[in-house]
Structures are given as structure tokens and as C-alpha cells.
């Protein structure tokens, strides 16, 4: 291939070239008409000589010539112009023909190359832009993950009751993986099972009634194991144990996660599915993780809680002795009682009608008549008898060294008193009254259970017989 430029070709000079060349063609014309015209009116005054005509026809030539080689140009300005407002109107797709290499077409080249490298930056700008709405959305993910960790942390901290913290939690768990189902499993260490606490989802209902017994062999091949467990498409358990877990639980996909506490499983919190060909991620299994850690610290924090509960002897509102203490104090005096072969009387009282009361005119007033209620039983009862509040309105009395009759007196004092400073109002709604049922060591019984059963029973009795009583028999 001849790689030699022709130098008799316009296509290889610059524009400046082809506009003097341009200009020179143009500028014979006027030189011929000037040599026709002194030919004709000076040098020759008859005839038409070949000359004329040559010369015409060699101007008309020239003349076409140099208008060509001008529109040439000026076409090539102009398409590269209109093709340059296209991509200043930010049509990227447009190229420009750049086959001369005079200065139009290294414009062109110059535009095709910075439209590429346009082209180039903007699809790195838009990978950009969708790994920052990928990086934004993880953000956002994550910060919702936090104001639910932080929600439930508040619950935990603010002392709300244990169920309610583990139902929050299994539906947060529930929302967040975006699964159809989500449960938590409590250890039964008496029975040696695993039972529904708590379920969430389609399948609650069914799922509540659900227990993992030792003697299944998904106790201790799925749940009783330190380790997570995964059911999806790639993953199954050993032993052919997939069909009887998704059986059992009625899902198709399972990602469940051991809470431990002092490194044994206390519960299992659980996620699943009923969708074919599905496969749980790593995001997945570290949202799991974070709520069981979660709820592994309100277990933790619930049996610190009833420990404490434990430890403590008095209740905080009345003064009087708490029921962890009126049931260890019970059983101290029974045996004694056995011992000594002496009697040992047991009263449990309830205010008649008290949640009404407390609905009509409030807790402070409910408060305030239970403080009352709390120093008048304590005027009542000598040195060596225990009293207790052991519920919102039920108060007991350990009585040592007394049958049921004289149990019975000192009740008797009791709900008289009470009556008399609670029934002089005269809005007959703030008169509160009491009924009690009384037991006895060994009458009714040597341990603890039976002498409180014994007068609960004999406290309903009271109640329904109606109301402001005291049954002993």
C-alpha cells in the first residue's frame, strides 16, 4: 500500500491551503476577463478567435472550481458544528466523520476523543452511582437495625415486662430479614425440651403449640447443638432430618441462630420461609445474630431481675414483707411448728371490688389506700407475726403459735378496722372492704403449697358468698 501522500490532492492539505488555492482559482477569473476584453476591444476588433472561447471556458472551470473546494469547507464547518451542538445538548452518541486530516478533521478527531472520554466518565459515574444507592441503602438498613437494637435496649433498661421485650424482638427480627415467619424457642431444663415462647408471622397460630422433645431427633441434631443452623437449596441437615424439621415447623427455609447464656443454649430465635429456591445471605445470618445476642441479654437481664426480686424481703409501696419472703418465712415456721408440735394459722386477704376502685379514682388513691390498708394490718398483729403484701391487692398473714380460731380473730380485727376507716365517705365507691381464707399447720397441710392453696381456696369461697367475709372452714 502507497503511503505516500498525493501531492496533487486537496483531501491532504490543511484548510488554510485550501482557501488560498481557493482564492488563487477565483482570483484568475477577472485576469481572463481583463485578457478577453483587451483582446477584443484592443488587439482584434472582428471576429471571434479560439482564445475567447478557451479563455471563457477556462475561467467558467476555474471559477466552478474554487466555489467547490470553499463549499467543501464550509460543509465540513458546518456538519461539524451541528454535530457539536448535539453533544453540547448532551447527546453522547454522536461521532463525528473525521477522514481528512486537515484542521477540520483533527477538530473532529479532538471531539470524537472527548466525547469517548466523556462517555468513558459517565458510565464510571454512573457505577459510581449505583454502588453509592447500594452503599446509601446498606446505610439505611443499618440505621434501622439501630434504632431497633437501640428500642428494644430501652424496653430492657426501662424494665418492661420480659414477654413484651421478646415479642418485639422476634417481630423486628421477622420485619428486617424480610421473612415470612420468625420464632423463638425457650429450653426446658425441668423437661428437657425446647417449647414455643414466642411466634410471629403466618404460621403463628400453628407454630405457638410447637415442642422439640429429648426424645426427637431433632433435639439434639438441630437445636441442642452450639452451632447455626441453615436449611435452604444448599444447605440441609444430616441424617435426612430436612423433611421432618420443615415438616414439624411447616416452612421451607430455616436460618435459626443459639442464644447462649454461660455457654449453654437457653433459647433458639428462628427465621423462615415458605418460597421455592431460596438461599439465605450473609446479611442475613449477622441480623440474626445481632437480635439473638439482643434477647440473650433480656434473659440475662430477667433472671438477674427475679434474683433480685428474691433478695429483696420488703415491698417497696407498703412496707410490709414481699411474697419470696412470706413464702421462705412460711415454710421456716411450719417446720418449727412441726418440730414443737405447735399450731402454725396462714391468712390471705383480698380487697373486695379493689380494681374498680382503682379505675374510678386512680392510682394515687389506689396507692394511697394500700399504704393504709398496710398500717392498719400491722397494728393489728403481734411481734412474732409476719405480714406481707404478696400481690397488687392481696396481703397474707403468717400467724405462728395460733389455731384457725384465733387466726380468725385477728382477721376479724382486721377487716373491721379496715371497714371502719375506708366506709365513712360519704361516696359509697371508697368504702373498701376485705375477705380472707385461713389455714392451718397441720390441718391443712405441711408445706407451703398446700396451707396457700388451702386458703385461696377458702378465699374464693369467701367471695363468692358475697364479699366481706372471712371463711375458716
Avoid: W
Avoid at 77 to 85: D, G, M, R, Y
Avoid at 255 to 276: S, Y
Avoid at 321 to 338: G, K
Amino acid at each position: 500500500m502507497d503511503n505516500h501522500p498525493n501531492h496533487f490532492s486537496l483531501n491532504s492539505r490543511t484548510v488554510k491551503q485550501k482557501l488560498m488555492v481557493a482564492f488563487q482559482l477565483m482570483s484568475i477569473l477577472p485576469f481572463l476577463v481583463c485578457v478577453y476584453l483587451l483582446s477584443v476591444y484592443i488587439f482584434s476588433k472582428s471576429g471571434v478567435k479560439l482564445d475567447i472561447i478557451v479563455y471563457l471556458a477556462v475561467s467558467a472551470f476555474l471559477a466552478i472550481v474554487g466555489l467547490l473546494i470553499i463549499k467543501e469547507v464550509f460543509d465540513r464547518l458546518t456538519s461539524v458544528t451541528t454535530e457539536a451542538k448535539f453533544i453540547a445538548a448532551g447527546d453522547m452518541s454522536r461521532n463525528l466523520e473525521a477522514g481528512h486530516s486537515d484542521e477540520v478533521g483533527e477538530l473532529g478527531a479532538i471531539l470524537n476523543q472527548l466525547t469517548q472520554r466523556i462517555r468513558g466518565n459517565m458510565d464510571e459515574l454512573k457505577d459510581y452511582s449505583e454502588k453509592t444507592t447500594q452503599i446509601n441503602i446498606e446505610i439505611q438498613k443499618k440505621i434501622i437495625i439501630l434504632s431497633n437494637l437501640m428500642q428494644i435496649s430501652a424496653l430492657i433498661s426501662g424494665g418492661s415486662k420480659f414477654e413484651e421485650i421478646l415479642k418485639i424482638a422476634v417481630e423486628k427480627s421477622r420485619a428486617l430479614a424480610n421473612s415470612e415467619i420468625a420464632f423463638l424457642l425457650f429450653k426446658n431444663e425441668s423437661k428437657d425440651s425446647f417449647y414455643m415462647k414466642v411466634a410471629d408471622g403466618i404460621k403463628s397460630d400453628y407454630l405457638s403449640s410447637v415442642e422439640i422433645n429429648a426424645k426427637d431427633d431433632l433435639y439434639n441434631k438441630a437445636f441442642n447443638l452450639n452451632k447455626l443452623l441453615i436449611l435452604d437449596k444448599q444447605n440441609s441437615l444430616q441424617d435426612n432430618l430436612t423433611v421432618d424439621f420443615l415438616t414439624k415447623f411447616q416452612v421451607k427455609n430455616c436460618l435459626a441462630m443459639p442464644i447462649f447464656l454461660r455457654g449453654m443454649v437457653k433459647a433458639v430465635l428462628g427465621i423462615a420461609n415458605t418460597r421455592d429456591n431460596f438461599s439465605y445471605n450473609k446479611s442475613d445470618i449477622e441480623l440474626l445474630d445481632i437480635f439473638s445476642k439482643q434477647i440473650a441479654v433480656a434473659i440475662e437481664n430477667d433472671i438477674l431481675a427475679h434474683r433480685v426480686e428474691k433478695l429483696e424481703i420488703k415491698d417497696t409501696l407498703t412496707g410490709l414483707y414481699n411474697y419470696f419472703f412470706i413464702q421462705s418465712r412460711l415454710q421456716e415456721e411450719i417446720n418449727r411448728a412441726i418440730i414443737y408440735q405447735r399450731p402454725c394459722a396462714f391468712v390471705i386477704f383480698d380487697i373486695d371490688n379493689f380494681k374498680n376502685y382503682r379505675q374510678k379514682f386512680g392510682s394515687i388513691c389506689a396507692e394511697s389506700a394500700l399504704k393504709k390498708v398496710a398500717v392498719l394490718i400491722r397494728d393489728c398483729i403481734s411481734e412474732v407475726d409476719r405480714a406481707g403484701r404478696t400481690d397488687d391487692d392481696e396481703f397474707s398473714l403468717i400467724l405462728p403459735e395460733k389455731n384457725k380460731r384465733q387466726a380468725q380473730e385477728v382477721a376479724e380485727e382486721i377487716c373491721k378496722k379496715v371497714q371502719a376507716s375506708f366506709c365513712t365517705d360519704q361516696d359509697n365507691g371508697k368504702c373498701l372492704t376485705f375477705s380472707a381464707g385461713v389455714s392451718e399447720n397441720p390441718l391443712d397441710g405441711v408445706q407451703v403449697e398446700q396451707l396457700t392453696t388451702k386458703a385461696k381456696e377458702l378465699l374464693k369461697k369467701a367471695k363468692a358468698g358475697g364479699k366481706n367475709r372471712i371463711v375458716v372452714f
